[in-house]
């Protein structure tokens, strides 16, 4: 059974490609077009498919259109209702519903070969919850899905049961917790549907004095259901201008609108519990990226195991999608890296970096040559094996540096143009992690926030956020023998179990995922060192 998913409607375009119940290829169409998030959620976008990335998909697994069994669009126009009906200022969804009807012709015209129909709707947020609920590891799962809005709906809670849902509720929109927390991205004057994590960064700046008021808008309601609309933002705090200074109150706004999102995550949560009896849930949906709210979740929630879908967001879709359809014909294996993408072999690149006529090295063990750049405190860009699926780096294409100089924090945001109060990461070796980081282990996929241990902060302050707290991806050996294999040979020169990850790109720019990509990159940013593949760069040989 060959599956396409394609998630297009929204935002995050991406495809994914499922064989017999095996994901063989997953990835956003923003790293093959270079738009960041690939386009705008607008209605006069939804006509534009992950072409570059379905047929990425297909050549990757040697397969024609022609060869799929189906193709799992994450969006059902059937089940949606007029905008205006749904309580949302939106006057042009009307056109975004015309052409997902007729995606079917659309795909059939992108991907020759492809009858249309091939093509089945799936329901976003039943997309969603395949994503997580078929693709976390093996077993029943209560499944949680939180966005911005679906066909009609910003919320389903189910259970999963031997491979099929059960839609225990959703909740009608306007109400959407995905929603608020894009009208406050945009409030605090950020890209909405883009820069949400922006948001929860600046939150630990500030203190949630405006909770109490802003809860009368945002809360659980019982039976699983929740308000969260018609938030009057500037009783709170001044609209911010797009780049202009931030104010204390912008900060005490996001740090409130975070506190009322959180306890109503929990509340939802706790309902879903009391429904399934289940001890695992799992996590899809825009929502599901607040890595803040997730780490409460498992720390005060009822659940034991909290597993999140990396990919998240819309593009996660595309997964599910594909997932769902799968299951209805036979078993369906699940998610075991998020390196879905676009990988190249060790030829391939040495060819690249002969045509850029860039001297270059090859060393006995690129692992060791980087751990020792790192040591002396150098800028490493990372390009190794398949890029990942989601919006983490997770030591495919990263930027790393050293934890232990605090002023790293600062010189990362520089070279990627970033705003100054946003954290970089840790990544630790999976056997060392509880040592440093109190929270759910193992975290390989960099959704939770753990707690600093407090004798570690002093010699990782990198790494540390203004709260205490570091989003940590675990590094187990047998996953990512090379990444951990470079952790302990700069633990074997520092005595520091961390290096700093943060995603190879600049601000504003999907993350490399090309070979030219990396070396664009390299050239244009003061970074000292490309690891890419078995091979190295050097910038003080390269551009002198």
């Known amino acids: 059974m060959r599956v396409l998913g394609i998630n297009a409607l929204f935002h995050d375009p991406s495809a994914a490609l499922v064989i017999d119940g ?4 997953a990835a956003e169409e923003e790293r093959f077009s270079r738009r960041k998030h690939g386009k705008r ?37 059937h089940l949606a209702r007029p905008a205006e009906q749904l309580g949302l200022d939106d006057p042009w969804d009307h056109l975004r519903q015309d052409y997902a009807r007729r995606a079917p012709e659309f795909l059939a015209e992108a991907l020759p070969g492809l009858h249309p129909d091939k093509v089945r709707f799936v329901p976003h947020h039943v997309a969603h919850a395949a994503s997580a609920g078929l693709a976390a590891p093996p077993g029943d799962r209560a499944v949680l899905v939180l966005d911005g809005r679906g066909e009609c709906a910003s919320q389903l809670a189910g259970h999963y049961r031997d491979s ?64 969260a609309s018609g938030i009057p933002w500037s009783e709170f705090a001044p609209a911010r201008r797009p780049g202009g200074p931030y104010r204390e109150q912008h900060a005490d706004l996001a740090a409130s609108a975070q506190r009322c999102l959180e306890e109503t995550v929990l509340h939802l949560a706790s309902w879903l519990h009391g429904r399934t009896g289940a001890t695992r849930l799992a996590l899809a ?8 709210a997730n780490a409460r979740l498992h720390r005060e929630g009822p ?18 999608a594909a997932l769902h359809v799968a299951a209805e014909h036979g ?54 094996g398949r890029s990942e699926f989601g919006p983490r780096a997770l030591g495919h294409r990263s930027l790393l540096a050293h934890p232990g100089r605090a002023e790293n924090l600062e010189r990362l945001n520089a070279v990627k143009g970033r705003e100054e109060f946003r954290p970089v990461a840790p990544m630790v070796r999976a056997e060392r992690a509880a040592e440093l980081f109190d929270g759910p282990m193992p975290s390989p996929y960099m959704l939770f926030v753990h707690e600093v241990a407090e004798e570690w902060k002093p010699r990782i302050p990198a790494v540390v956020h203004v709260d205490g ?51 664009e990159c390299f050239g244009s940013a003061p970074v000292d060192l490309l690891a890419i593949g078995p091979f190295l760069v050097r910038r003080s040989k390269a551009f002198t």
């Not at 006069?44 to 799929?68: K, M, Q, T, V």
């Not at 949400?196 to 699983?224: D, I, N, Q, W």
């Not at 949906?285 to 803040?292: F, R």
């Not at 909290?306 to 599910?320: E, F």
Request: with cysteine.
């Open 164 to 227: 099929v849902l059960e839609v225990l509720n959703t909740q009608p929109l306007p109400e959407s917790l995905g929603l608020f927390y894009e009208e406050l991205t945009q409030h605090l004057g950020f890209l909405r549907s883009s820069d949400e994590f922006k948001v929860m960064a600046l939150a630990s700046y500030g203190k949630p004095v405006f909770a109490e008021r802003l809860a009368a808008y945002v809360h659980a309601t019982g039976g699983g259901g929740f308000r």
């Open 303 to 320: 659940f034991d195991d909290v597993w999140v879908q990396p990919a998240a967001g819309d593009a996660g879709t595309s997964l599910g």
């Open 41 to 77: 959620p607008v209605p006069f976008s939804a006509w534009e498919l992950p072409e570059l990335s379905a047929r990425w998909c297909l050549e990757a697994a040697g397969l024609e259109p022609a060869d799929l069994d189906a193709v799992a669009y994450s969006y059902d126009p």
């Open 22 to 25: 095996k994901t063989v290829a």
């Open 331 to 384: 078993p369906v294996r699940p998610m075991t890296t998020a390196a879905l993408g676009r990988g190249w072999s060790d030829e391939e690149l040495r060819r690249m970096l002969e045509t850029a006529a860039l001297p270059f090295e090859e060393p006995e063990d690129v692992a060791a040559a980087v751990a020792e750049e790192l040591a002396q405190d150098g800028i490493v860009a990372w390009f190794q």
């Open 285 to 292: 949906g825009g929502v599901a990226l607040n890595c803040v």
């Open 469 to 519: 707290t570091a989003r940590i991806q675990t590094v187990d050996p047998a996953a990512e023998p090379l990444v951990a294999r470079m952790l302990a040979a700069f633990e074997e020169r520092t005595g520091l179990p961390v290096v700093v990850n943060t995603s190879l790109n600049t601000a504003g720019r999907p993350m490399v995922d090309h070979p030219r990509e990396a070396l």
